[in-house]
Each structure stands twice: as structure tokens, then as C-alpha cells.
């Protein structure tokens, strides 16, 4: 997949997601109060909220930093209000980028937010300009050498899979994100490691970058998820396999 599964594997190799285990930390606590605020405590009547506790213990977070976050969101916990904002805008080359931010300060994260555009060749845009781009899917990986296809498109469809596609040397798993849950569960069930598994927003339209621009794009990208308030940030950026390896390791 452009842009979603290349900046993952990019950051892998790079080492970045257990370099900054803190502010990964620091998200998931935002996301679990306002999902329990929007929806909640109780994460079997909150789906939302579960899939944010599965995030936390994926993370290995400490079950108490878990039940605080969403006692804050239930208003026992009090503590900073917390409000979501996505933001819209285009990268180098005319990228589409959609942001999903959970922030205490609206006129901070914008500033902040605009100004990362402005620095790598790219700007922000008013909402709704590019969010049609995208659309809202669960999303897993799978090693391609541990399944084969015949097999995988089994287990994937018949638990209530859309899609499934080779991407490289990874099967990607597409599905509508009320199906998510059970088409990870039974995956799982069948002994299959997955990577990223979670409801994300894919791109329907890819845009291809090549040389300067895929610099600016990546360093743009590291940027926004850098910044404290930004949950999530989704491109359609597309690059070919040997330029993201040498983006990958630092050439």
C-alpha cells in the first residue's frame, strides 16, 4: 500500500517507533480519554474504545495508566479537556495528507501543524479539501512467508475480509471497519503474526514522488507524527522500492 505500509516500514528500519516509547505512550492516553468520553467506559459497548485498549496493550502500556486515561475520559478521573481536530492539506508534489489530532490547545497545534507543512515544500488546506481521498478501512499485514495466498484468502473472507493483496514481501488485509475485529480474531486464531492491525483511513488515489520530493515528503511526515497532538498521519504518497531503501537506510 503507498504511503501507509512504506513510512511503517521506513520508521522500522530507522528504529523510530522504540526510540520514542514515552510519546507513543503520551497518544494512546489522548485517544483512550476521548474515546471513552465520546463513547464510554465500558469498551464491550464502545468499540472504539477497545480497539484503543488494544493499541495500549500492544504498546505493553501498565493496565493502570490504561484505567486512569479512561477514568479522565468518564469524568472521574478529571484533568485537561481534550478536543479532536483533523487537518487537511497537500505535501511536495501535491500529496494529499490527512491528520487526526487530539489536542488541549486548537491555536497551538494548528500553528504548529502549518508551519511543518510550509517547511517541506507543502501547505495546509481547508477541511474537506483532500479527506475524499480517503477512506476508512481496517487495515493488517501478514509476513508473506508464513501464508500462502489460497489459504489466507480462506481465513481473510470468510471471516468478513473486502480485500486481500500482495505488497511487497507482506499480504495486506483490507476490510470495512465494522468487520475488523473478527477478521483479525479469526486470523490470529489460525496463528498468523500481524502487523499494524487497526482502522486507519486508505488512500483511494496515489500520487508518485521521486528524488527531492520524497525527502521533503518523509521528513515531512516525521514532522507531524513527532508532534505530540497528532494521533494519526495518512499520504498518498507513492515511492518505488529502491528509493525507500535508500531512504531507509540513510543514503
Known sequence: ??????????????????AKRGQVFGKIVKELTVAARLGGG?????PRLRLSMDKARAANMPKDNIDRAIKKGTGEGGGVEYEEVTYEGYGPGGVAVLLQVVTDNRNRIVAEVRHAFAKNQGNLGENGCVGWMFASKGYMAVDAAAVDEERLLELA????AEDVRQAGDEWEVITDPAEFEAVRDALQAAGLELQEPGVTMLPQTTVKLEGKAVEQMLRLMEMLEDNDDVQSVYANFDIDDAEMERIAEGG
Not at 1 to 18: A, L, Q, V
Not at 42 to 46: F, L
Not at 157 to 160: R, V
Open 1 to 18: 500500500m503507498s504511503g501507509h505500509s512504506k513510512w511503517s516500514n521506513i520508521k522500522h528500519k530507522k528504529g523510530r517507533e522504540d
Open 42 to 46: 465500558d469498551p464491550e459497548a464502545n
Open 157 to 160: 473472507l470468510e471471516a468478513g
